[in-house]
């Protein structure tokens, strides 16, 4: 961060220099390549805040072929707001981004009624659940006369059983794995009746009222099929943060920011990298092969990434994403990674 994390990496400086050292000894072998990439984010704080402030959350998709309504999304976000956190099953708000060694959030925003909130990622856990699946399996040879074969979801579907077998479809038909869906896990084969759906309103349930679908000469046997699926229930916590925008900028600044490289002091290895790592016609991208650069060691440190860098960087491939600096008057997020 820009004040208190620079009071806390004076503190560190030893340990850093000492980490400085162990690196520079791995790295002396040569052959690992190190990109550093960036991509702006806005002129002031506050374009950069605005980045992170979601004014629709509704627009985030479910992890579910068929989304969730929005009047549900909203209850949701209305519980998380009202009570401080919330769990919800495939839909991932707020969420860690690698950042070498440890993961750190992504910054996310919520505005409700003046007051700003914070919210971040608490965990997630895998569980099961039974649920009805509506898929459509490859089949080899065209069905019999007697069969009823359609080649759109027939028109006297509901809006939301159309839209399962038009998602069903897309699956079946976008795979290029193996074509017999027995071959993947139930709640891969096709759109899951999420708990926001009534499969006892549905009539593809329990039967079809169609045996297959034909596209471009293919065709394909439709099947419901109830058992037991994989699904992630996501939890979230949020807090208040602000109560104006100006006040939600300096809390950016001060909790996301973690370097300013716009000083005029600043070492010309340093100066070099960042013009190159920002610089639209090189591709906003910076590349050097080992040993590292003590303008790139620099750099990763004033990031806050030396302290999360693995032992052997020569043996395991490291990513960072989510830095953010300032350089040259623009505000920039930074990713970095080995290979």
Not at 91 to 97: E, I, N, S, T, V
Not at 176 to 183: C, I, K, V
Not at 209 to 238: C, I, M, N
């Amino acid at each position: 961060m820009v004040t208190e994390d620079s009071s806390r990496r004076a503190v560190l400086s030893g340990v850093a220099a000492t980490g400085l050292a162990g690196l520079a000894g791995c790295l002396g072998g040569g052959g690992v390549e190190y990109t550093l990439s960036t991509n702006p984010a806005g002129e002031s704080l506050r374009e950069l805040a605005r980045q992170y402030l979601q004014t629709d959350p509704t627009a985030e998709r479910a992890k579910f072929a068929v989304d969730y309504p929005d009047e549900y999304k909203h209850s949701v976000v209305r519980t998380l707001l009202e009570e401080g956190s919330v769990e919800v099953l495939q839909w991932q708000l707020a969420y860690d981004r690698q950042f070498g060694t440890t993961t750190r959030p992504r910054p996310y925003f919520l505005r409700d009624d003046g007051t700003y909130y914070s919210v971040v990622a608490d965990g997630q856990s895998k569980l099961t659940a039974t649920r009805w699946v509506f898929y459509l399996d490859p089949v080899e040879s065209e069905p019999s006369d007697s069969a009823t074969v359609v080649t759109e979801p027939p028109s006297s579907l509901s809006e939301t059983d159309t839209t399962v077998v038009r998602r069903a479809l897309e699956i079946v038909t976008s795979d290029s794995g193996p074509r017999d869906r027995s071959d993947y896990p139930l709640g891969k084969r096709g759109p899951i009746f999420h708990d926001q759906m009534d499969p006892s309103a549905s009539d593809l349930v329990p039967s079809p009222p169609f045996d297959y679908v034909e596209r471009d000469g293919d065709y394909y046997a439709a099947v419901a099929q109830k058992g037991a699926v994989e699904l992630t229930r996501y939890s979230f916590t949020a807090r208040e943060v602000a109560t104006s925008m100006a006040e939600l900028e300096r809390f950016v600044e001060r909790e996301t920011v973690d370097a300013r490289f716009d000083g005029t002091d600043l070492p010309s290895g340093v100066t070099e990298i960042l013009r190159t790592a920002t610089d639209v016609g090189n591709g906003r991208l910076y590349r050097e092969t080992g040993p590292m650069s003590d303008g790139l060691r620099t750099i990763l440190e004033r990031l806050g990434m030396l302290d999360h860098m693995p032992e052997n960087v020569e043996s395991e491939s490291v990513r960072f994403a989510g830095a953010t600096f300032r350089y040259d008057g623009t505000w920039y997020h930074g990713s970095f990674w080995t290979r």
